[in-house]
Each structure stands twice: as structure tokens, then as C-alpha cells.
């Protein structure tokens, strides 16, 4: 194992309940394999043939909350001896608002947790029931109240472009969430995946999404509340105030090498990302009966792993500085993408000024659709 790593994501595959539009690694309602899963972690990271100081540790899911305040202890007295935090680490929990209580508080300053990523989604009770979600609004102020008191850094999650949803519903959504006082906020539109509940509701007529009109213009709303209030988009999805940008995020987006833990995790190590297998019970019994759990193995050539690191500095709103690029890379950006950039640049999607490429708004607005060109 490599001491250059800094970084480190564990995956925590539990929820209370499925919500239709989620395809994530985790099982729901199967609190039983909570032993287990915590026994196969261990093997896990015990393979590390060294302890690795972090600069950031990401507890992602599923809901790591969802293993309530005594399993979150556990799950850091499993990780205690391989995955150290460095005193100034950036330390984030994902948390389900129902599990937001003051003993799991306390459970996260306990464990050194410093940073709170709520699945809030939205502060309107029919969006909520739309998209399926087990809180209602009661509970996100609640939670939020109660974390003011604290001195986490909160983030929210919002999604947006939900069935039926208005514009005015995103707007008093994006209004509320500022006067919660998040300290940063990602907004996602919602999206459609292959085998989950609403692909089939709308296979079956059942669910119409939001035309793409009108989800562009709640991004564009949500970006207009969002940096009125102070808040700076500094990637496509994020928003922080001043100072609280996602750093865990950022060494994804610098790609800079990682570990992971936990079913479907995948690590990087600067060319090579490996996945572990998907299935939760797959991943537990092969490693209680010390078996490989890597499933996928994705080895980028030199040029593969360049390309994505240029569309990943693009998301961000500092965007591509060339000659750090080619330092980082080995690559100059122009002998990748030099024609994209040029049409990009005269369709007013991006600005160039020799030195630096950054995606204008409205490239941030069509971002998705710009990469292929790159990639
Ligand atoms: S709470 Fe989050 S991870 Fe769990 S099912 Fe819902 S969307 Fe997926």
C-alpha cells in the first residue's frame, strides 16, 4: 500500500428502506448483517499492509447513521488501527434526518467526526412523498436545529427536476435551505435508472419526468438563490459558503489516489480504479471465508486517465489551468481537446484565456452533454 495515499471512503450498505429512484450498493430492512458486515470490514482493512493517515475520510452508503449511534462507534473501533485522521482531517458522515438524534451527536464528536452530509433532498412534503423518502419536513428542521448547536460543518443534499415539481417548489425549497444555514450544498436533478422502482412507474405511465426545459431552469434558479446568498458554485453540483468546499471531493476531482472500503467500493491509485463486488452478501462471505472481493478492475492508459482528469477540472468552476495540467498529467491539454475548446469557447460555453479554460455558466449548464467530445 502506497503511504502517499490521503484519502479514504467506506461504504456502509444499510437503509431503513429503499427509495424508488435508488440504485446505490446497500440492502434495505436487513439490520441482521450488521455483525457481520462490521467482522468483514475488519478482514478488510486488515489487509492494508500499513496504517494510512488521512487527510479526509468519507463514510458514504447506503446510510451510515442507519447503524445508530453505538454502530457508528463500532464502525471507527473497526477502522481505528488502519485508517488514521490526521488532527486536521476532513471527516463526513452521510445522515438520514430520522437518524439525527443528540446520543448520535455525540457518537459523531466521539468518533471525530466533524462534518454531517444530510440527505434532505427537499423541505416539501409532497416532493418528499414523491420521491419516496421516509422523513418529512418536521424532521430536517429538527435535525438542523439541533446541529446549529453543534460545531459540525452541515451539508444538505437537494434534488431537483422531481415529478410534478414547479419551479416555485424549488425556489421555497433552495429559500429554506438557506435559512437552515448549511454550510455547503449539493443539488442534484433526479435521475432515471435502469432497474429501479420509478423506471418501471415510468415505463408504466406512471411517472412523468421533468421536461429539460424546466430542469434547466430550476438549475439555473437554484444557482441564482444559491449565489445570492453568498453561496459559491464551485463545481457543477456544489455549492459552499466561503471556506467549505468538500475537500474529500476535491482529491476525487484532483484525482489524486484513494482507498475504499466496503461492497462496490472502488479505489484509485492514479490509473487504476478497482471496484469491489457489488452484492452485500457476496462481499461479507467472501471475506469471512478470506476470499478476493474485487470485482471490477479498470486499468486507463496515460492518455484515458488525462482525458478524465481534464473533464473532471472542467466540472469545477477554477476550471483547467494548462500548465498544471501538464505537470499533473503529462499531457497538454490542447493536444486533447484542442477543437471542443474552440467550439466551446465561440458558442460561449467556455472562456480561454491562455492559460486557463473554465466552463462559462452556461457550459456549467450543459455540462453533461460537453464531455463526450473530451472523453
Ligand atoms: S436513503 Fe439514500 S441510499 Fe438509502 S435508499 Fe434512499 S436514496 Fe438510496
Redesign the pocket.
Known amino acids: 500500500m502506497s503511504s502517499c495515499i490521503r484519502h479514504a471512503y467506506v461504504h456502509v450498505p444499510f437503509?431503513r428502506?429503499?427509495?424508488g429512484?435508488?440504485d446505490?450498493t446497500?440492502v434495505?430492512g436487513r439490520d441482521d448483517l450488521f455483525d457481520d458486515y462490521f467482522t468483514a470490514l475488519g478482514v478488510e482493512l486488515k489487509r492494508l499492509s500499513q496504517p494510512i493517515e488521512l487527510d479526509t475520510l468519507y463514510l458514504g452508503?447506503?446510510?451510515p447513521t442507519h447503524l445508530g449511534p453505538d454502530g457508528v462507534k463500532r464502525l471507527f473501533s473497526e477502522f481505528h488501527d488502519a485508517l488514521q485522521p490526521s488532527p486536521v482531517a476532513e471527516v463526513t458522515i452521510e445522515a438520514?434526518p430520522l437518524d439525527v438524534t443528540e446520543a448520535m451527536i455525540e457518537a459523531f464528536h466521539a468518533c471525530g467526526i466533524n462534518r454531517v452530509s444530510l440527505?434532505v433532498q427537499s423541505l416539501n412534503s409532497i416532493t418528499l412523498e414523491k420521491l419516496d423518502?421516509d422523513h418529512r419536513e418536521s424532521d430536517v428542521r429538527r435535525v438542523m436545529d439541533l446541529l446549529r448547536e453543534s460545531d459540525l460543518t452541515v451539508s444538505v443534499d437537494l434534488i431537483i427536476a422531481v415529478p410534478e415539481q414547479t419551479l416555485d417548489l424549488v425556489a421555497r425549497d433552495v429559500e429554506e435551505i438557506i435559512s437552515l444555514c448549511a454550510h455547503h450544498v449539493s443539488v442534484y436533478c433526479l435521475t432515471w435508472e435502469v432497474g429501479t422502482a420509478f423506471w418501471g412507474k415510468r415505463a408504466r405511465g406512471m411517472l412523468t419526468p421533468v421536461v429539460e426545459d424546466l430542469e434547466r431552469e430550476m438549475y439555473e434558479l437554484v444557482i441564482d438563490q444559491l449565489s445570492v446568498a453568498g453561496y459559491q458554485q464551485y463545481e457543477v453540483s456544489n455549492f459552499a459558503q466561503p471556506a467549505m468546499t468538500c475537500r474529500h471531493n476535491e482529491a476525487y476531482w484532483d484525482c489524486r489516489a484513494w482507498e475504499a472500503f466496503g461492497p462496490g467500493a472502488a479505489r484509485f491509485d492514479g490509473r487504476k480504479r478497482t471496484t469491489n463486488v457489488r452484492s452485500v452478501s457476496a462481499w461479507i462471505q467472501k471475506l469471512l471465508n478470506d476470499r478476493n472481493v474485487t470485482g471490477d478492475v479498470d486499468t486507463m492508459t496515460s492518455e484515458g486517465a488525462a482525458r478524465e482528469r481534464l473533464v473532471l477540472g472542467l466540472r469545477r468552476r477554477c476550471g483547467v489551468d494548462r500548465l498544471a495540467f501538464f505537470q499533473a498529467s503529462g499531457f497538454e491539454v490542447d493536444d486533447l481537446a484542442k477543437k471542443p475548446i474552440q467550439e466551446w469557447v465561440a458558442a460561449g460555453f467556455a472562456e480561454d484565456d491562455g492559460r486557463r479554460i473554465r466552463l462559462t455558466r452556461s457550459g456549467m449548464l450543459l455540462s453533461d452533454s460537453l464531455w463526450s467530445a473530451v472523453l
Open positions: 437503509c428502506h429503499r427509495c429512484y435508488c446505490f446497500l434495505a452508503g447506503g446510510t438520514n440527505g423518502r
